[in-house]
């Protein structure tokens, strides 16, 4: 089983609101990311979470906060965005952090009015 | 910095046809993956294969190949007998597979080839 959920799978949102996307596996792995892909582009690295723990944070503005409760599951929460951050938002786990295949859940759709 | 180039931004295959699609990659490391990925309308991306760079054999998946060239620093994907499900943005990409962490350790994605199959 190679499964990563997310919800929402669309997500519309004002400059002023506050929402959070979800994502969960339950592969035992202990690397989560999210990326983040613009229409046409290849997904962009934004954090790495490995055993828990923040291990990476590509330069992304605080308006994204990523959280990993436990192991199977990573948020990522969204405040005063701007249009923008309108973008597929994308999260996937890996057994390990180097060199193991990353596994992407469907996405979720975000567009900020 | 390692980088991962697909040279052909768009390609078209009769259906039942081959058609083979075209990657690229600098680095100076000897231990590292490759993956190509599909990632249809439906936006999901879906792992379609995985080289390890060091070994030799060609890696298969039903009619999915590669061939890997690691002097040549290249990695191409074969689709035989292609379907209209094949058509999708194909994404050639690098994983290190040294070190312990932190940046070296990102996937980093070539900027994908549109694939259409026509019936």
């Known amino acids: 089983d190679t499964e990563v959920t997310q919800t929402p799978k669309h997500l519309v949102m004002g400059m002023t609101n506050k929402k959070s996307l979800k994502c969960e596996q339950h592969m035992g792995h202990r690397a989560m990311y999210w990326y983040k892909q613009k229409a046409k582009k290849p997904p962009e690295l934004m954090f790495v979470y490995s055993y828990e723990k923040l291990s990476i944070n590509e330069s992304v503005p605080s308006r994204f906060s990523p959280e990993c409760p436990n192991s199977s599951l990573l948020n990522l929460h969204l405040h005063a965005l701007q249009p923008e951050d309108s973008a597929l938002y994308l999260c996937?786990?890996?057994?390990?952090?180097?060199?193991?295949?990353?596994?992407f859940g469907p996405g979720t759709r975000l567009l900020v009015l | 910095a390692q980088t991962v180039t697909q040279s052909q931004p768009e390609m078209s295959v009769q259906e039942a046809e081959t058609v083979t699609l075209s990657c690229t990659y600098d680095t100076s490391e000897s231990d590292y993956y490759l993956f190509w990925y599909k990632q249809p309308p439906s936006r999901q991306m879906i792992l379609v294969i995985r080289q390890e760079a060091y070994k030799q054999q060609n890696a298969t998946e039903n009619r999915f190949s590669v061939n890997f060239q690691k002097a040549a620093k290249s990695f191409s994907l074969k689709i035989s007998d292609s379907q209209l499900g094949d058509a999708a943005m194909y994404f050639c990409a690098y994983r290190s597979a040294e070190g312990y962490g932190g940046s070296q350790g990102n996937l980093i994605f070539g900027k994908g080839t549109k694939l259409s199959v026509k019936p």
């Open positions: 996937a786990s890996s057994q390990g952090w180097v060199g193991e295949t990353q596994y």
